[in-house]
Nanobody, 115 residues
C-alpha cells in the first residue's frame, strides 16, 4: 500500500515563504510524475505544478515564476517552494504521485496567507 504524507503548511503573512513536502512510502515500483494541486474555499481543485522523471517542470500561470517544484528521488519526496506568498494563494494544497502501481494523493495541507 502506498501512502503520501504531506507537511509544511501553515499561517503566514503576505510576502512570506513556505515550503511544502510530500513523502511517499510503501510498495512503489516507479514514480513517473509528481503534481501539486490546490483548492481554495468555494473553488474547484486547481493543478499548479508538475515534475517528471527527467526533472522537467511545468506550472500553471497562477504560480509560474513564483513557485518551484523539486523532487528527491532517493527519498521519494517532492517539494513545493512558495516564496512571496499572496492572500490569493490561500488554499488546501495536495500532492499527487503517478507511477507504478497507480496514482495516489496526499492528505492535503492548509496554507493560509493573511495579515
Amino acid at each position: 500500500q502506498v501512502q503520501l504524507v504531506q507537511s509544511g503548511g501553515g499561517l503566514v503573512q503576505p510576502g512570506e515563504s513556505l515550503t511544502l513536502s510530500c513523502a511517499a512510502s510503501g510498495s512503489i515500483f516507479r514514480i513517473y510524475l509528481w503534481d501539486w494541486y490546490r483548492q481554495a474555499p468555494g473553488k474547484q481543485r486547481e493543478w499548479i505544478a508538475q515534475i517528471d522523471t527527467g526533472d522537467s517542470t511545468y506550472y500553471a500561470d497562477s504560480v509560474k515564476g513564483r513557485f518551484t517544484i523539486t523532487r528527491d528521488n532517493a527519498k521519494n519526496t517532492v517539494y513545493l517552494q512558495m516564496p512571496s506568498l499572496k492572500p490569493e494563494d490561500t488554499a488546501v494544497y495536495y500532492c499527487s504521485l503517478s507511477g507504478l502501481p497507480g496514482r495516489y494523493w496526499g492528505q492535503g495541507t492548509q496554507v493560509t496567507v493573511s495579515s
